[in-house]
């Protein structure tokens, strides 16, 4: 079965500087990943995912993500963080359809 | 286009008081649904899905139940609250016909026992 650790829990950022969120998977088979966002007290939403192709993917934001398959890992990147980032980011492995989140890691970009 | 909503979004209750969150999906036939529950500093805990009218798997043992009526009507309930209960619960959708496995989800229902 798949799982999925997000190795920091709360990862503080001053604005404008870079931002690495770590997230590392295990599964025995091919998989689809996902990085979700949420903002305080609203639902999830996806914020980028890699299917297949390129294993480097970018949301619309600014974040990009690098599939590394030796690595097994999936790790979240911006070069430059804002006020507006500051919220909870959830990574997701999903095998034979079924998805599996990380427990989550709170970025707080601090002025 | 597909939408997912969920209400009330906010909700105090008592210990012991009955519970009921709807969801309700539009734009799309046959989706799976599921509950997930958020409790400070837990992650995202998968309560309940659903593959069809009536079908109904639990991930955990709770003080919680779910049914699903209509296709695309998800309820979340209870029949007596625990303060245990209290947290964020977010009902998701995905397609079946979609092996991606991505979900969707609705806005959030913030859920306070005292």
């Known amino acids: 079965a798949q799982s999925v650790t997000q190795l920091d829990s709360q990862v503080p950022v001053f604005e404008e500087a870079p931002v690495e969120l770590r997230c590392n998977y295990s599964s025995s088979v091919s998989v689809y990943l996902f990085w979700y966002v949420q903002y305080p007290n609203q639902g999830l939403q996806l914020l980028l995912k890699y299917l297949s192709g390129s294993t480097l993917v970018e949301s619309i934001n600014g974040f990009e993500a690098e599939f590394n398959k030796s690595q097994t890992s999936f790790h979240l990147r911006k070069p430059s963080v804002h006020i507006s980032d500051t919220a909870e980011y959830f990574c997701a492995v999903s095998e034979y359809g079924k998805l599996t989140f990380g427990q989550g890691t709170i970025l707080t970009v601090h002025p | 286009s597909q939408t997912i909503h969920q209400w009330p979004a906010t909700l105090v209750q008592p210990v012991g008081s009955p519970l009921s969150l709807e969801c309700t999906v539009e734009?799309?036939?046959?989706?799976?649904l599921y509950w997930y529950r958020q409790a400070a500093g837990r992650g995202l805990q998968l309560l309940f899905y659903s593959v069809g009218i009536g079908q109904i798997s639990s991930e955990v043992p709770q003080n919680l139940s779910a049914s699903r009526p209509q296709d695309r009507q998800f309820i979340l309930s209870s029949k007596k609250l625990l303060l245990s209960d209290s947290g964020f619960y977010l009902c998701a959708w995905n397609s079946l016909r979609s092996n991606t496995g991505e979900l969707f989800f609705g806005e959030g229902s913030r859920l306070t026992v005292l």
């Open positions: 734009g799309t036939s046959n989706p799976n």
